[in-house]
């Protein structure tokens, strides 16, 4: 078994998420044009970048649903295409229209996110305990039997997260959590990811501006057409000026500036 290389990881860190030299093409458009990235055990890192640099595209081939052309994904050391312990992540989609369609509680949603830990899909109490927790945490106890078609965009957000935290995950991938989620409801997503990050959690986080959630972040990836522009602290100017249109510039290093371009 080939072991992925882990040039970029801080010696005695565990590695959660590697990807090495990561290409890949939607179409006939290469969309991952090289990517490195490592995620090490209790880290939140934020992936940046403008529309269509990549950033979802990398997350979805992290879990397995964006084939590479080349390059190397492991999770929790084991080469991606032989990993099977999906229970240990939970991941949050890029919100959809599509997804408020369905008919099902709240409950129903959220347990499906614990059937990967359930023996022959039955949740035992145990299992139904943690589905309680988990629509708890997003601050929807009293809604569970609430159908989710009736809810706000906000709140289906939170059921989307309820459903990754079902599991109760070492790894949390979230793409676009706080995307067109009301100020309430983005308050009660920060305070969740908060506390999960105090339990340890590990987490990968696709945004366009760091907002609320700026504080937790250890690390930010700025993509750009595909490539990793920059890996690092996570660009100041972006809580404050990340409006459509501004193509970013902040200090990098002592005397050189970085243009992220994050929303351009
Ligand atoms: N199915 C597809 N076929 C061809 N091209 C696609 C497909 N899906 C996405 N793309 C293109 O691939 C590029 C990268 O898309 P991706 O969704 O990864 O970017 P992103 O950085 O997450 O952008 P956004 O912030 O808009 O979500 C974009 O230019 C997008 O138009």
Redesign the pocket.
Known sequence: MTQPREATVPSGSEPVISLCGARAS??S?P?LRGVDLTVTRGEVVALL??????????VRAVIGQVPLTDGEIALFGTELRRFRQWSRIGYVP?RTTAASGVPATIREVVSSGRLSRARLGRLSRVDRAAVDHAIELVGLGDRAKDSVSALSGGQHQRVLIARALASEPELLIMD?PMAGVDLASQGILADTLREQVAAGTTVLL?L?ELGAIEPLIDRAVV?RDGCVVHDGPPPKAMGQHALPGHDHVHPHAADESLRTGLLT
Do not use: D, F, Y
């Open positions: 939607l179409g458009r969309v970048g403008a529309n269509g640099s990549g950033k979802s595209t990398a890029q676009e696709v366009h993509l």
